[in-house]
C-alpha cells in the first residue's frame, strides 16, 4: 500500500544540521500526522493537520516544525537536529477525527542524528 | 488529559495457545479504542477497534473487549500463529481539547514460539 509515501526512508545526519522528512498522501485525506516511534514509548504525535490552513501541535512538538504545503503534502522540518531526535517518524493520514477514524500510516523514515 | 498504559510489553506464548494484551485508560470521555499491529519492519494497521457503546467485539480469531466501568480494554487472539508475532499498540481517543487525537499505550512485542 504507496498511499502514504515518506521520503526519504533512511538518513543519517549530523548534529546540528536541517533535514526535512516528506509524506506525500494519494489518499484525498484531509488530516494528516506526524509520529515519533521510540522503542517502549509507543507512538507520540508531534504535529497534525486538518487542512492546509490548519496546523496543530502535539504532545512533542519541541525541536520541530511542520509545513503542509497542499492536501497531499505534509512535511516535517528538524531545524538543529540532535542525537535524541534519532527514531522512527511516521506520517499519517486520516479521513475524519475522532471514533472509528482509522489511521493510515506512511512506511516510515529512519533518522539517525550522530 | 488522556493517559493509556499498556501491559505487558513482552508476551510469549506456545503457538495455538490464546494471547491477551491489556490497556487502561484514564479518562471517562473517550468512546473509541482501536488496536493496531506492527510487524517488524512495517507500518502499524488496525486489526480492530471497538467502540463505547459495545462490550466485546469479534473478528474471526481477534477480539476486543470493554470495561467502562474500570476503564481498560483488552485484546484477545486464540490459536495463535506465527504471523501473529509482532508489536501491538492500543490506542484510546483523547479530550476535545486534543481534537480528540488518539493517545497511545507504549506497545506489547507478542512472540509465538513455534
Known amino acids: 500500500d504507496a498511499d502514504v509515501t515518506q521520503t526519504p526512508r533512511n538518513r543519517i545526519t549530523k548534529t546540528g544540521k536541517r533535514i526535512m522528512l516528506e509524506c506525500s498522501q494519494t489518499?484525498?485525506?484531509?488530516?494528516m500526522y506526524w509520529y515519533r516511534q521510540d522503542p517502549g514509548l509507543g507512538l507520540r504525535l508531534i504535529y497534525y493537520?486538518?487542512?492546509?490552513?490548519?496546523?496543530n501541535k502535539g504532545e512533542i512538538s519541541d525541536g520541530y516544525s511542520v509545513s503542509r504545503q497542499a492536501q497531499a503534502k505534509f512535511s516535517l522540518s528538524l531545524e538543529s537536529a540532535i542525537p535524541n531526535q534519532t527514531a522512527l517518524y511516521f506520517c499519517?493520514?486520516?479521513?475524519?477525527?475522532?471514533?472509528?477514524?482509522?489511521?493510515?500510516f506512511g512506511e516510515g523514515s529512519w533518522l539517525t542524528v550522530v | 488529559g488522556e493517559n493509556v498504559e499498556q501491559h505487558p510489553s513482552t508476551l510469549s506464548v506456545q503457538e495455538g495457545d490464546s494471547a491477551v494484551i491489556k490497556c487502561t485508560y484514564s479518562?471517562?470521555?473517550?468512546?473509541?479504542f482501536p488496536w493496531y499491529k506492527q510487524e517488524l519492519g512495517k507500518r502499524p494497521q488496525l486489526i480492530i477497534d471497538?467502540?463505547?457503546n459495545v462490550g466485546e467485539k469479534k473478528d474471526q480469531r481477534i477480539a476486543v473487549t470493554l470495561n467502562k466501568t474500570a476503564k481498560h480494554f483488552s485484546l484477545h487472539i486464540t490459536e495463535t500463529q506465527p504471523e501473529d508475532s509482532a508489536v501491538y499498540f492500543c490506542?484510546?481517543?483523547?479530550?476535545?481539547?486534543?481534537?480528540?487525537?488518539?493517545?497511545w499505550g507504549a506497545g506489547t512485542k507478542l512472540i509465538i514460539k513455534p
Open positions: 499519517a493520514t486520516s479521513e475524519t477525527t475522532g471514533a472509528g477514524n482509522t489511521i493510515y
Open positions: 489518499k484525498g485525506h484531509d488530516r
Open positions: 493537520s486538518f487542512d492546509v490552513k490548519d496546523i
Open positions: 479518562d471517562s470521555a473517550s468512546n473509541y
Open positions: 471497538i467502540r463505547s
Open positions: 490506542a484510546a481517543n483523547g479530550a476535545a481539547g486534543s481534537n480528540y487525537q488518539l493517545i
